[in-house]
């Protein structure tokens, strides 16, 4: 009897290598990247009481109303499955009074996967993954011009191509409110032309029109009110200051006046970053600043920005590199069951050189097994027969120039050793 198969969930994905190990590279430059900014790496649960998400992302929300992995457990708590990092990030902030136990900066970053019930396509998935950054307790402009700067290094760090940085400001609570009100009257005025989603959320959230994708709203909202008009005195002042201090870093960026952030409490100034090779209406990175939410979730009344960079997005325009790094650079390859000691102590003496080494233990003959040495891409094959184990010797294979001689352990390594550069492989 066949064993019945099974298949990931709709909208979820395995990692496989070799594309987990681009995804480990692009992480490792996160950390050291992020570090530069004075970041540092937290890791919170993936999921959470229900309630932090209503309230840290908002009831309003696409995100909260359709999209959240919602659950009772075992004991009856309602919990939900991180569809975002920033809710999580200010809770733990604020249960472990980081703000009274640790020094500034109170800069964080995360690396991890998040949840959303949407309707898979290309780029939108059920469970993806999040790098993301969230600055607390800093207000100046500068600091937000740094976060921007921070995004758009890191994309360009990893090699995106045809980067390009949004920026909208969408005021503060004071003078969103008449905005909102111009909004709200001009959409009623063309309620007709706008699109079912749009004329239900047009009075409860107008400013969430602006970023529809219907081809209709499209067309109705290049005649929309601008928040440039509303802005009060603080909120312009920040603006132009945050576009100064990108002109001094060097960030270009073309102003959006109709960019709006989908979580409620995003405020002033709002980005987001495309690349080529992305689908015209997806971001890879989008962030703001949400002054009022470390507040709203018990916390001090700090300020905070941060931004979120999709990994399957990314991963998707980045391009492929040239040359794909061989995942193992030495097989070990014993011809007789007697010889399988000797290969497991010589592939952790390698290992020990910092050389990815495997040991193919289940015994063949030499033909096969340079087959599979070759299948796997490794440099070198150390084979040990009857003879080479009577004296104490392997048999090193050269697979690129497919030479072979047989050498005392120790001179092996250093022939290894002198082939592969290890100063090359340490970087
Ligand atoms: P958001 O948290 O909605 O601001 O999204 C930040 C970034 O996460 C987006 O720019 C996307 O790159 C990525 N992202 C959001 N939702 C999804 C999804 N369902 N599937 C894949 N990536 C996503």
Known sequence: MTGKTYQAPRGTSDLLPPASERWARVEATTRTLFRLYGFQEIRTPIFEARELFDRGIGE????????????????????ALRPEGTASVLRAFVEHHLDQTMPPPYRYFYIGPMFRHERPQRGRYRQFHQIGVEALGESAPEVDAEVIALGWEFLRHVGAR?????????????CRLPYQGALRAYWQAHADKL???????????????????????????????????????????HFEAVRSALAALDVPYVRNARL?????????????????????????????????????????????????????????????????????????????????GAALQGVQTVRRLGIPTWARMDVGSVKSGLRSAYRAGVRFVVIIGEDELRAGQWTLRDMSASRQETLSPKEAVEAIRRALGLDALET
């Open 60 to 79: 309003m929300t696409d995100i909260v109303e359709k999209q959240m992995y919602v659950f009772q457990d075992r004991g009856g708590d309602w919990l």
């Open 162 to 174: 045809g980067i390009q940085v949004e920026l909208n400001s969408i005021g503060c609570p004071t």
């Open 195 to 237: 699109c079912p989603d749009c004329r239900r959320r047009m009075d409860r959230n107008p400013l969430r029109v602006l970023d529809c994708k219907n081809e209709a709203c499209q067309a109705v909202l290049q005649g929309a009110p601008v928040i440039d008009d509303y802005w009060c005195n603080p909120c312009r002042t």
């Open 260 to 340: 709006v952030r989908g979580l409620d409490y995003y405020m002033r100034t709002a980005f987001e970053m495309t690349t080529e090779g992305l689908g015209a209406q997806n971001a890879v990175l989008g962030g703001g600043r949400y002054d009022g939410l470390l507040r709203a979730l018990g916390g001090p009344d700090w300020p905070g920005i941060g931004f979120a960079i999709g990994m399957e997005r990314l991963m998707d325009v980045l391009p492929e590199t040239a040359e794909p790094v061989p995942a193992l650079a030495v097989m070990f390859l014993p011809l007789t069951e007697a010889a399988r």
